[in-house]
């Protein structure tokens, strides 16, 4: 990659690398598994709802995708199509299983964090600071039409979902260029910082409240049904009607609806995954 002259007077930076942009892929996925308590979801504390992974599993998978991230930021700074992306998808996914046993930890990640980092691949040809939501835009403009046109996996559980209740979920999310990271998770991040100063875990579980309560998660359609869809959403809204992480208890409080989670086997995996994304595209608005 050609590195373009410094200016003095444009704010101008040498672009990122496709290494570069895969590493901070990577990190937020970390980032995300190492919050807690997130309801239902596996962290550094405990399994929540899963009884098949832990955060050790989490890590080995994250660490299995950076090349593939890698090549997704290829991708896109070459301008390639949504059929390079899926292999490249496809591949990735492979390697994901191949070190968790069979485990699928990062399937959604790989979709929705992938075509960030090709959308970042692309963008980070130039020189000047990433404007806030170029990413989604990108995405939306670039592989909205191929997404929502794309192969539907019949037998997945999201896909299931998404035929019984008629919802959208990650295709069209991502299609739409991820207005609930836009209008929710990143919205939620920043104020949770200013709540909670110099506590990025705690921003972190506000953030992920917050998804929870907006996102059409199909995880939760696929564990809980309609019953369990709206207990999830009723309770993450209640968390943050009352202070969320404002509160002096807010640790107890959210580990209280964590509990209630598992106990239901609830788990908003689709909200996991927006958490990373959320995280990953925090990092580079601000880079």
């Not at 209280?256 to 990092?283: E, I, K």
């Amino acid at each position: 990659m050609i590195a373009h002259a410094r200016s003095p007077v444009r704010d101008a930076r040498i672009p990122l690398s496709p290494g570069d942009i895969a590493e901070r892929a990577v990190e937020s996925l970390r980032r995300e598994v190492e919050t807690y308590p997130k309801p239902g979801l596996v962290s550094h504390v405990d399994r929540g709802s899963h009884a098949d992974m832990d955060a050790g599993t989490f890590r080995a998978s994250a660490t299995a995708l950076l090349p593939y991230f890698a090549e997704l930021a290829d991708a896109g700074a070459a301008g390639a199509g949504m059929p390079t992306l899926r292999q490249i998808g496809i591949e990735a996914e492979t390697a994901m299983r191949e070190v968790t046993g069979g485990v699928n930890t990062h399937r959604g990640a790989i979709f929705g964090l992938g075509l960030l980092t090709a959308a970042a691949g692309a963008l980070a040809q130039t020189a000047c600071r990433l404007p806030p939501g170029a990413l989604g835009r990108h995405v939306s403009e670039r592989y909205g039409d191929a997404i929502l046109a794309g192969p539907v996996l019949l037998h997945a559980p999201g896909a299931a979902a998404r035929r019984r209740y008629g919802i959208g979920g990650a295709p069209a999310e991502a299609a739409a260029g991820f207005p609930t990271l836009y209008a929710i998770g990143l919205p939620a991040l920043r104020r949770a910082r200013h709540l909670r100063l110099g506590d990025e875990e705690a921003a972190r579980v506000e953030t992920c409240f917050a998804l929870i309560a907006h996102l059409e998660d199909t995880n939760l359609l696929h564990r809980g049904g309609e019953a369990g869809y709206a207990f999830a959403r009723a309770s993450a809204t209640a968390f943050l009607a009352g202070g969320g992480v404002a509160r002096d208890d807010w640790r107890a409080q959210a580990e209280a609806v964590h509990r209630a989670f598992v106990a239901r086997n609830l788990s908003p995996g689709g909200s996991a995954d927006l958490l990373a994304m959320t995280l990953f595209v925090d990092g580079l608005e601000a880079a």
